[in-house]
T-cell receptor, first 113, second 113 residues
Framework: AQSVTQPDIHITVSEGASLELRCNYS??????LFWYVQSPGQGLQLLLK????DTLVQGIKGFEAEFKRSQSSFNLRKPSVHWSDAAEYFC???????????WGAGTKLIIKP | DAGITQSPRHKVTETGTPVTLRCHQT?????MYWYRQDPGHGLRLIHY???????DKGEVSDGYSVSRSKTEDFLLTLESATSSQTSVYFC????????????FGSGTQLSVL
Protein backbone atom coordinates (compact mmCIF):
# COMPACT_ATOMS: atom_id res chain seq x y z
CA ALA A 1 0.00 0.00 0.00
CA GLN A 2 1.12 3.51 -0.69
CA SER A 3 2.10 5.44 2.41
CA VAL A 4 4.12 8.35 3.69
CA THR A 5 5.77 8.33 7.09
CA GLN A 6 7.04 11.32 8.97
CA PRO A 7 8.61 9.67 12.00
CA ASP A 8 8.86 12.79 14.14
CA ILE A 9 5.63 14.30 15.44
CA HIS A 10 7.49 17.22 17.04
CA ILE A 11 11.01 18.55 16.63
CA THR A 12 12.56 21.29 18.75
CA VAL A 13 15.51 23.21 17.34
CA SER A 14 17.38 26.24 18.60
CA GLU A 15 17.25 29.35 16.46
CA GLY A 16 20.25 29.38 14.15
CA ALA A 17 20.75 25.63 14.31
CA SER A 18 20.41 23.30 11.34
CA LEU A 19 17.27 21.32 10.66
CA GLU A 20 16.43 18.02 9.06
CA LEU A 21 12.87 16.69 8.84
CA ARG A 22 12.47 13.12 7.76
CA CYS A 23 10.07 11.69 5.21
CA ASN A 24 9.92 8.08 4.07
CA TYR A 25 7.52 6.77 1.49
CA SER A 26 6.26 3.50 0.14
CA UNK A 27 5.26 3.74 -3.48
CA UNK A 28 5.32 1.31 -6.39
CA UNK A 29 6.30 3.72 -9.13
CA UNK A 30 8.64 6.66 -9.39
CA UNK A 31 7.07 9.16 -7.07
CA UNK A 32 6.43 12.85 -7.30
CA LEU A 33 7.47 14.28 -3.93
CA PHE A 34 6.43 17.43 -2.16
CA TRP A 35 7.01 19.36 1.04
CA TYR A 36 4.37 21.79 2.25
CA VAL A 37 4.42 24.10 5.27
CA GLN A 38 1.45 25.19 7.37
CA SER A 39 1.67 28.18 9.67
CA PRO A 40 -0.81 28.28 12.57
CA GLY A 41 -4.35 28.97 11.42
CA GLN A 42 -3.37 29.00 7.77
CA GLY A 43 -3.59 26.79 4.74
CA LEU A 44 -0.61 24.92 3.35
CA GLN A 45 2.07 26.42 1.14
CA LEU A 46 4.37 24.53 -1.20
CA LEU A 47 8.02 24.63 -0.15
CA LEU A 48 9.48 22.47 -2.91
CA LYS A 49 8.82 19.51 -5.15
CA UNK A 50 10.74 16.75 -6.91
CA UNK A 51 9.63 15.22 -10.18
CA UNK A 52 12.86 14.07 -11.85
CA UNK A 53 16.44 15.09 -12.51
CA ASP A 54 18.73 16.47 -9.85
CA THR A 55 17.94 14.71 -6.61
CA LEU A 56 18.75 17.79 -4.52
CA VAL A 57 16.01 20.35 -4.94
CA GLN A 58 15.92 23.90 -3.71
CA GLY A 59 12.78 25.51 -2.41
CA ILE A 60 11.52 28.72 -0.96
CA LYS A 61 12.54 30.21 2.40
CA GLY A 62 16.02 28.62 2.17
CA PHE A 63 14.82 25.01 2.35
CA GLU A 64 16.18 22.11 0.34
CA ALA A 65 15.36 18.41 0.11
CA GLU A 66 17.18 15.38 -1.19
CA PHE A 67 15.54 12.42 -2.89
CA LYS A 68 17.25 9.14 -2.07
CA ARG A 69 15.66 6.33 -4.03
CA SER A 70 17.65 3.61 -2.26
CA GLN A 71 16.32 4.77 1.11
CA SER A 72 12.83 5.77 -0.11
CA SER A 73 13.39 9.09 1.57
CA PHE A 74 12.87 12.76 0.83
CA ASN A 75 14.24 14.63 3.82
CA LEU A 76 13.86 18.37 4.21
CA ARG A 77 16.81 20.46 5.39
CA LYS A 78 17.66 24.00 6.29
CA PRO A 79 21.14 25.12 7.39
CA SER A 80 20.00 27.74 9.90
CA VAL A 81 16.43 28.05 11.18
CA HIS A 82 14.69 31.29 12.06
CA TRP A 83 11.91 31.77 14.59
CA SER A 84 9.53 32.35 11.66
CA ASP A 85 10.10 28.74 10.54
CA ALA A 86 8.00 27.49 13.45
CA ALA A 87 5.16 25.68 11.71
CA GLU A 88 3.95 22.23 10.75
CA TYR A 89 5.60 20.53 7.80
CA PHE A 90 3.95 17.94 5.59
CA CYS A 91 5.51 15.55 3.13
CA UNK A 92 3.34 14.23 0.28
CA UNK A 93 3.70 11.73 -2.54
CA UNK A 94 1.87 11.60 -5.83
CA UNK A 95 2.01 9.93 -9.20
CA UNK A 96 1.51 11.03 -12.74
CA UNK A 97 -2.14 11.28 -13.77
CA UNK A 98 -3.27 10.69 -10.24
CA UNK A 99 -5.43 13.19 -8.44
CA UNK A 100 -4.73 11.86 -5.00
CA UNK A 101 -1.68 12.85 -3.06
CA UNK A 102 -0.71 10.66 -0.13
CA TRP A 103 0.12 12.85 2.85
CA GLY A 104 2.29 12.28 5.88
CA ALA A 105 0.88 13.10 9.31
CA GLY A 106 3.09 16.14 9.67
CA THR A 107 6.00 17.27 11.84
CA LYS A 108 5.56 20.25 14.10
CA LEU A 109 8.69 22.38 14.30
CA ILE A 110 9.29 24.30 17.52
CA ILE A 111 12.03 26.92 17.63
CA LYS A 112 13.85 27.63 20.91
CA PRO A 113 15.10 31.18 21.31
CA ASP B 1 -1.33 34.71 -2.77
CA ALA B 2 -3.79 32.70 -4.83
CA GLY B 3 -7.35 33.99 -4.64
CA ILE B 4 -9.13 31.29 -2.67
CA THR B 5 -11.85 32.12 -0.19
CA GLN B 6 -13.49 29.60 2.08
CA SER B 7 -16.71 30.33 3.90
CA PRO B 8 -17.60 30.17 6.65
CA ARG B 9 -14.28 30.21 8.55
CA HIS B 10 -15.87 28.68 11.61
CA LYS B 11 -19.12 26.80 12.10
CA VAL B 12 -20.75 24.97 14.96
CA THR B 13 -23.67 22.74 14.13
CA GLU B 14 -25.70 19.91 15.59
CA THR B 15 -25.65 16.25 14.70
CA GLY B 16 -28.07 15.41 11.90
CA THR B 17 -28.20 18.84 10.31
CA PRO B 18 -27.00 19.50 6.75
CA VAL B 19 -23.98 21.78 6.33
CA THR B 20 -22.56 23.38 3.20
CA LEU B 21 -19.07 24.78 2.94
CA ARG B 22 -18.12 27.03 0.07
CA CYS B 23 -14.86 27.48 -1.79
CA HIS B 24 -14.51 30.35 -4.22
CA GLN B 25 -11.49 30.95 -6.45
CA THR B 26 -10.53 33.85 -8.67
CA UNK B 27 -7.65 32.07 -10.45
CA UNK B 28 -9.71 30.25 -13.10
CA UNK B 29 -7.93 26.99 -12.20
CA UNK B 30 -9.50 23.84 -13.56
CA UNK B 31 -8.94 21.56 -10.58
CA MET B 32 -10.45 21.99 -7.14
CA TYR B 33 -10.21 19.76 -4.08
CA TRP B 34 -11.74 19.36 -0.65
CA TYR B 35 -9.53 17.95 2.09
CA ARG B 36 -10.09 17.36 5.76
CA GLN B 37 -7.29 17.70 8.28
CA ASP B 38 -7.28 15.79 11.54
CA PRO B 39 -4.46 15.46 14.08
CA GLY B 40 -2.21 12.52 13.28
CA HIS B 41 -3.73 11.98 9.83
CA GLY B 42 -2.30 14.76 7.70
CA LEU B 43 -4.70 15.67 4.92
CA ARG B 44 -7.23 13.32 3.43
CA LEU B 45 -8.98 13.95 0.14
CA ILE B 46 -12.76 14.03 0.30
CA HIS B 47 -13.76 14.94 -3.25
CA TYR B 48 -12.19 16.69 -6.18
CA UNK B 49 -13.31 18.34 -9.39
CA UNK B 50 -11.61 18.44 -12.75
CA UNK B 51 -14.08 20.79 -14.39
CA UNK B 52 -17.57 22.22 -14.20
CA UNK B 53 -19.95 19.43 -13.21
CA UNK B 54 -17.04 16.95 -13.26
CA UNK B 55 -16.35 15.58 -9.81
CA ASP B 56 -15.06 12.39 -8.28
CA LYS B 57 -14.59 10.78 -4.89
CA GLY B 58 -11.48 10.85 -2.78
CA GLU B 59 -10.44 8.45 -0.04
CA VAL B 60 -12.92 9.67 2.61
CA SER B 61 -16.03 10.62 0.62
CA ASP B 62 -18.71 8.81 2.67
CA GLY B 63 -21.20 11.28 4.12
CA TYR B 64 -20.09 14.10 1.81
CA SER B 65 -21.28 15.38 -1.54
CA VAL B 66 -19.97 18.15 -3.77
CA SER B 67 -21.14 20.33 -6.59
CA ARG B 68 -19.41 22.57 -9.09
CA SER B 69 -21.79 24.54 -11.26
CA LYS B 70 -19.26 27.27 -12.07
CA THR B 71 -15.50 27.22 -12.51
CA GLU B 72 -14.99 29.46 -9.51
CA ASP B 73 -17.19 27.71 -6.94
CA PHE B 74 -16.86 24.27 -5.34
CA LEU B 75 -19.37 23.38 -2.63
CA LEU B 76 -18.98 20.65 -0.03
CA THR B 77 -22.13 19.37 1.66
CA LEU B 78 -22.37 17.23 4.74
CA GLU B 79 -25.76 15.70 4.18
CA SER B 80 -26.38 14.82 7.84
CA ALA B 81 -23.50 15.96 10.00
CA THR B 82 -21.99 13.57 12.53
CA SER B 83 -19.50 14.17 15.32
CA SER B 84 -16.86 12.26 13.34
CA GLN B 85 -17.02 15.03 10.76
CA THR B 86 -15.69 17.58 13.25
CA SER B 87 -12.53 18.67 11.49
CA VAL B 88 -10.75 21.43 9.66
CA TYR B 89 -11.71 21.50 6.01
CA PHE B 90 -9.41 22.88 3.34
CA CYS B 91 -10.15 23.75 -0.21
CA UNK B 92 -7.29 23.62 -2.69
CA UNK B 93 -6.90 24.45 -6.36
CA UNK B 94 -4.40 23.62 -9.07
CA UNK B 95 -3.91 24.40 -12.73
CA UNK B 96 -3.12 20.81 -13.63
CA UNK B 97 -3.42 17.53 -11.82
CA UNK B 98 -2.47 16.94 -8.22
CA UNK B 99 1.15 16.87 -9.26
CA UNK B 100 1.00 20.53 -10.00
CA UNK B 101 1.36 23.01 -7.19
CA UNK B 102 -1.64 23.11 -4.90
CA UNK B 103 -2.89 26.42 -3.53
CA PHE B 104 -4.85 26.19 -0.31
CA GLY B 105 -7.55 28.26 1.28
CA SER B 106 -7.36 29.25 4.95
CA GLY B 107 -9.65 26.48 6.10
CA THR B 108 -13.02 26.06 7.79
CA GLN B 109 -13.15 24.83 11.38
CA LEU B 110 -16.31 22.73 11.70
CA SER B 111 -17.58 21.45 15.03
CA VAL B 112 -20.47 19.00 15.09
CA LEU B 113 -22.02 18.70 18.55
Amino acid sequence: AQSVTQPDIHITVSEGASLELRCNYSYGATPYLFWYVQSPGQGLQLLLKYFSGDTLVQGIKGFEAEFKRSQSSFNLRKPSVHWSDAAEYFCAVGANSNYQLIWGAGTKLIIKP
Amino acid sequence: DAGITQSPRHKVTETGTPVTLRCHQTENHRYMYWYRQDPGHGLRLIHYSYGVKDTDKGEVSDGYSVSRSKTEDFLLTLESATSSQTSVYFCAISEGTTNEKLFFGSGTQLSVL
